[in-house]
């Protein structure tokens, strides 16, 4: 079995603060793990992922995620938050093997200007 | 570059009429899957498939089907509209299993 929980639904920050969005799993063996972000009226745009290697992942728009397997997490963060951050953001996992993603069931950014 | 693209945008149905979802990638992707997304519950997998003439179910598949008769192609099937399967809907492509997933821009239903 494979799952994902991002515990929470609302996250707000203020311009210029850092960010975090959390992000735990659950899969037998080793993860594959995905941040996607989603804003208004469009679909899912990728962000990073982590499959193997380097425990901290870099990613697109100054995005990046921290990989524990002791703690099964997998938190997004940004150094520097911007108001067009602002969107929801959603974790998923895949188990090794696996031919699809399990999604958490989101996180909504609000950046304060 | 197109990458996935899907119709129609907006649909409103009436309960027990049927339709068709449509979905066209063209990165040449082997994968492709149907999402529906409701407030508060992510994203949830309808189907996939791995490539022309295979697919599979996901996580619900209730009232769904899909065909997949070309690699840019994969068409989803509503059978009898219920009020239920009011959601937005997404098509997505990857190359392989383990890839980075490609999004639609949604289908929005609404089922009346």
């Known amino acids: 079995a494979q799952s994902v929980a991002q515990p929470e639904d609302q996250v707000n920050v203020a311009e210029g603060n850092p960010l975090t969005v959390k992000c735990t799993y659950s899969?037998?063996?080793?993860?594959?793990l995905f941040w996607y972000v989603q804003y208004p009226n469009r679909g899912l745009q990728f962000l990073l992922k982590?499959?193997?290697?380097?425990?901290l992942v870099k990613g697109s728009y100054g995005f990046e995620a921290e990989f524990n397997k002791s703690q099964t997490s997998f938190h997004l963060k940004k150094p520097s938050a911007l108001v067009s951050d602002s969107a929801l953001y959603f974790c998923?996992?895949?188990?090794?093997?696996?031919?699809?993603?399990?999604f958490g069931t989101g996180t909504r950014l609000t950046v304060i200007p | 570059n197109a990458g996935v693209t899907q119709t129609p945008k907006f649909r409103i149905l009436k309960i027990g009429q049927s339709m068709t979802l449509q979905c066209t990638q063209d990165?040449?992707?082997?994968?492709m899957y149907w999402y529906r997304q409701d407030p508060g519950m992510g994203l949830k997998l309808i189907y996939y498939?791995?490539?022309?003439?295979?697919?599979d179910k996901g996580e619900v598949p209730n009232g769904y089907n899909v065909s997949r008769s070309t690699t840019e192609d994969f068409p989803l099937r509503l059978e009898l509209a219920a009020p239920s399967q009011t959601s937005v809907y997404f098509c997505?492509?990857?190359?392989?299993?383990?890839?980075?997933?490609?999004f639609g821009p949604g289908t929005r239903l609404t089922v009346l």
């Open positions: 997505a492509s990857s190359l392989g299993a383990g890839d980075t997933q490609y």
């Open positions: 899969v037998s063996g080793n993860p594959y």
């Open positions: 982590y499959i193997t290697g380097d425990n």
């Open positions: 998923a996992v895949r188990r090794g093997g696996a031919n699809n993603l399990f």
């Open positions: 990165m040449n992707h082997n994968y």
């Open positions: 498939s791995v490539g022309a003439g295979i697919t």
